[in-house]
């Protein structure tokens, strides 16, 4: 049933080998990890000409965390702690246009440009000379660029469910799947002030929906929202739980849903409404390749997979990222990697930043 919902809105489950990895979890670390949340501190930095707000914790090298859409520095809670005892300062910002860090008006403050020099500002902030960038969904964007763009600063990147893509040869939007019907989310995302009025409607409620229609744990692997009927909604398809599964709890709903009743969701949909600038501004590094270490992961139920052509990308991603370490498959996981398999996840990062040759 799921794999002819997705055939019929152009989209595939993934089908190639890919190295599949189970890890052990406990209830024990579980608690634990909840607990060390607590210990982690926030302030605001300034970088690149804008204001971030950031979570930290622990000493040693640093390792920034770039969260996606529609998430907050705590997307990556149990990244934090996990990290700061293993020996790394964990660094968790609100990226531009979320929680408590600045928000351009301007659409156009919001290329990857802006974002990777936000990123490269942060590790100016710490008066750290380089490290490691790890990104989830929009955040694995930045991170990517990060380190293709500034091998220099970001010795080694880690990605989360979006793996780098090439530059296409044709405008992104122009590729996104579209019918008489109805049309992919992303270019419901374009057209400012249509999304913002559906999502702000009632924040907790559009938290709640996005988080579960896209897990592990929908049954219809997001192909609920993947496809936006013309005139129609985003949220409107989207499965809603009767119960929140187990990665999820009503404090994590009512924290992002804080996070957006203050911020507003503009900030992140003007991400979206640079994907052509973004094509544009690129030109002059078609063909480059990323040349530090890298790590990908992505869950084998997460709807980006799914996405056209993307079983071939990440076939052949080593022809783009020469150093790649490895590329796992999360068995059961959705798009939420970090969260939804949060024990499987630091295991993997902390494994990969190990490897790594000492960079403070």
């Known amino acids: 049933m799921e794999d002819a919902r997705l055939r019929n809105l152009g989209l595939r489950r993934l089908g190639h080998p890919l190295r599949r990895r189970a890890f052990p979890s406990s209830e024990v670390e579980t608690r ?15 970088t690149n000409g804008i204001r971030l707000n950031i979570a930290e914790h622990g000493d040693g090298p640093p390792v920034l965390l770039c969260h996606g859409f529609p998430e907050s520095w705590y997307s990556w ?27 351009p008006e301007a659409i156009d403050q919001y290329t990857l440009f802006h974002l990777v020099g936000d990123m490269v500002g942060l590790l100016d902030a710490l008066e750290a000379p380089s490290s490691v960038i790890v990104g989830h969904d929009w955040g694995a964007v930045v991170a990517w660029h990060a380190a293709l763009l500034r091998p220099d600063r970001f010795h080694a990147v880690i990605g989360l469910s979006v793996p780098f893509r090439p530059r296409a040869n044709a405008r992104p939007t122009s590729l996104m799947p579209r019918t008489a019907e109805s049309q992919f989310y992303q270019l419901y995302f374009q057209q400012p002030g ?16 996005m988080l579960y229609a896209v897990s592990g744990d929908a049954s219809d692997g997001g192909a609920g929202i993947a496809m936006v009927p013309r005139g129609g909604s985003l949220l409107q398809a989207a499965e809603v739980p009767a119960s929140l599964p187990h990665w999820l709890s009503e404090r994590d709903i ?28 690129m030109a002059p590094f078609a063909g480059a390749r990323i040349k530090v270490p890298a790590l ?11 996405f056209p052509g993307m079983d071939q990308l990440l076939a052949n991603l080593r022809n783009f990222i020469p150093q790649i370490r490895d590329t796992l498959m999360l068995p059961g996981c959705g798009h939420w990697t970090q969260q939804e398999r949060p024990d499987e996840v630091n295991a993997a990062m902390i494994e990969f930043l190990r490897s790594l040759p000492n960079r403070g």
């Open 32 to 46: 634990a990890r909840e607990a060390a949340v607590s210990e982690l501190t926030q302030r605001i930095v300034a």
């Open 194 to 209: 249509i999304a913002e009025a559906e999502l702000e409607r009632d924040p907790r409620a559009t938290v709640r929906a």
């Open 77 to 103: 809670r149990h990244q934090l702690s996990a990290l700061a005892a293993a020996g790394f300062h964990a660094v968790a910002p609100d990226m531009r246009g979320y929680g408590k860090s600045d928000r």
């Open 296 to 306: 990908y992961m992505a869950g084998n139920r997460d709807l980006v997979v799914a």
């Open 254 to 281: 009512d924290f992002y849903a804080g996070e957006f009743q203050r911020a507003g969701f503009a900030g992140g949909l003007n991400w979206y409404r640079n994907i052509d600038r973004n094509w544009e501004l």
